[in-house]
């Protein structure tokens, strides 16, 4: 008899945008008449920019020509698309990364779910609470988490790292020592970041104790602040202690066309085995590559006028982040995130638990957000707002909002 893997069956609920969207239609079964307005969920709702479509358009008529068709993609990703990587978010911020170390993927959920796969078992992982769930769940899946604490919602092998007002929303260095570090700057979901002495301080730390840092930094088009880090290897020494995650879906709206990648330089190794040469190994015999059209808009991303049409598309968010935070702080809510980050989080008022404020948004104003409690048990009594709907939404739901 077969059996399953029982990491698995460990997994308390389900995962949180499904509780959501379960109450959500509920929601609307029982009021059909009521416009729901969603700043829950992290997807972006502007069209893909015209530079992006225009690169499509090329890439699919090629592929309809038997001289110029592509097959199977390179295990690492197109070399065009991974010198353009390496040129523009890279060596134009003086980082030393070669192209081919440069892994192309289909988005950084896959790749910050997949990572831990090449590490030993016996890992230890540390994560900041609130956390990007699928850092957690995957470990979970892979047997690497302990026993799950029900009434305080940890798992007993995890290193929780809070990140709460009293420091700002950044996590401090651990008393216990970590094997993998999972950081996240610009962070989802409490949209706060570290400036780029703190994440040296990171840096310096997994170099001293032997840790890796999976860093991922699928919001770095929204920072706004100078000091604040676009990568991790701007910090000296993140080459031997580094991978980093990216992610085209919230810099240049392919949630729906799939593509990211992840970086492993050559020195990171344990012992004499760099994880540059397992990550290759495993993604070669599970992933046969990003489609050619993606690759190729993806490429369009760097193109000067993709650049010019995407910023456009980050400020128009950005600007719905800053109408957010402001009519809530006006509104009397304890507020922050929404300025290096399309995320805005907030206290729930008047002691209301994370999930009582989102039945009380959801029932009252008909919005939907996100309770800070799904993300980690420093979540409880946060919510999250997302500045990805569009503007005339956002403005509508702070309304609402306002007049609660
Ligand atoms: C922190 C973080 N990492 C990764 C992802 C997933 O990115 P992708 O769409 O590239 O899979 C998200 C999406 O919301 C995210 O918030």
Redesign the pocket.
């Known amino acids: 008899m077969f059996k399953v893997n029982e990491n698995y069956l460990k997994l308390p609920g389900s995962y949180l945008f499904s509780t959501i969207g379960k109450k959500v239609n509920a929601f609307v079964q029982d009021n059909p008449e009521k416009k729901i307005i969603r700043l829950g969920i992290?997807d972006v709702t502007q069209p893909l920019a015209p530079a992006i479509i225009q690169a499509f358009h090329t890439a699919v008529d090629e592929m309809a020509d038997a001289k110029t068709f592509r097959g199977y993609a390179p295990d690492l990703g197109y070399e065009f698309l991974r010198n353009a990587i390496r040129e523009n978010d890279y060596i134009a911020r003086g980082c030393q990364i070669e192209a081919d170390e440069i892994f192309v993927s289909d988005?950084?959920?896959?790749d910050?779910g997949n990572i831990q796969e090449i590490f030993s078992q016996d890992n230890k992982i540390a994560v900041c609470d609130p956390v990007?769930p699928?850092y957690v769940d995957t470990n979970v899946m892979a047997g690497r988490t302990g026993t799950y604490d029900s009434r305080k919602e940890t798992w007993s092998n995890i290193i929780y790292m809070p990140c709460t007002a009293e420091n700002n929303f950044a996590p401090e260095l651990p008393k216990e020592t970590p094997d993998l570090i999972y950081l996240?700057f610009p962070n989802?979901p409490t949209g706060s970041t570290i400036t780029k002495k703190q994440l040296q301080e990171w840096v310096d730390y997994a170099n001293k104790v032997g840790a890796v840092i999976i860093y991922?930094a699928?919001?770095e088009a929204y920072i706004s602040e100078e000091d604040v880090p676009h990568t991790i290897y701007e910090c000296e020494g993140a080459r031997t202690c580094a991978i980093e995650?990216r992610?085209?879906?919230k810099n240049a709206g392919f949630?729906g066309v799939r593509l990211?990648f992840t970086v492993i330089p050559k020195e990171l190794k344990a012992g004499e085995v760099s994880l540059h040469s397992l990550w290759a190994r495993r993604h070669g015999t599970k992933y046969n590559g990003a489609p050619y059209i993606v690759q190729r808009a993806g490429e369009a991303v760097y193109s000067d006028a993709g650049k010019v049409q995407l910023k456009q598309q980050v400020d128009y968010y950005m600007n719905n982040a800053k109408y957010i935070y402001d009519g809530l702080k006006s509104a009397g809510y304890t507020v922050s995130g929404g300025v290096n980050a399309p995320y805005i989080w907030l206290k729930a008022p008047n002691k209301m638990t994370s999930w009582e404020f989102f039945d009380y948004l959801l029932e009252k104003a008909n919005v939907v957000g996100t309770p800070g409690s799904g993300f980690g048990p420093s979540g409880e009594t946060y919510f999250r707002l997302t500045a990805f709907g569009s503007y005339e939404n956002t403005m509508e739901a702070m309304e609402r909002i306002k007049k609660l």
Do not use: E, I, R
């Not at 988005?107 to 896959?110: D, I």
């Open positions: 992290g988005g950084a959920k896959c910050s990007y699928v996240c989802n991922d699928a919001y995650l992610s085209f879906s949630t990211g």
